[in-house]
């Protein structure tokens, strides 16, 4: 269990280290940003979809940024042991965010070095969404209870979540 919770914290730290670096340049309008986010607009504006990435398009820097602080404020407050569940939120929106970002490196023309610098973001893009995966495999009593509360609160008559288990109770 010691070595559950030093890789979970680990993994939320660097995370949320690298979500929160992120956020200088989509928070103001940076020219990298400018160019990845341009060179993802044309791409889609080829598909008949222009404005997509664009500055208030529904994938633009800023909404990225958003998920992206979210994300790292979940991984940070959810390293609290009552707020658990939270870290594992935190690890399913990271997790969402880099499987985009490494799907629209590796399948449109961004390609893996937009910025020329030796393919660093994408390397940083492709570690992130590992340790998500490893995350919520640390996780997933947390997700399945997460799980279980909103299907309380959306489906009438569910049953409440069962007791905690030793593994669960050891992991508070």
Known sequence: MKFKNIAATAISVF???IFLDSLRYK???????????????GWASSLGL???????????????GS????????????????????NALGAMIA?????GAVSFHLFTPLGIDPNHDGGGLFAAAVTLLTGSVVLIGLRLP????????????FVADAPMSPEPTPMTQAAM
Do not use: C, N, W
């Open 15 to 17: 995370g949320a280290a």
């Open 27 to 41: 928070f103001t309008d940076h020219p990298k940003t400018q160019v990845i986010f341009g060179a993802l607009d």
């Open 50 to 64: 222009p404005g997509l990435f664009a500055h208030t398009g529904l994938f633009s820097q800023y909404v990225i």
């Open 67 to 86: 998920a992206e602080l979210l994300a790292s404020t979940l991984l940070i407050v959810g390293l609290l042991p009552r707020l658990q569940r939270l």
């Open 95 to 99: 997790f969402a965010v880099m499987a």
């Open 142 to 153: 947390d997700i399945l209870g997460l799980l279980g509360d909103l299907r309380r609160v």
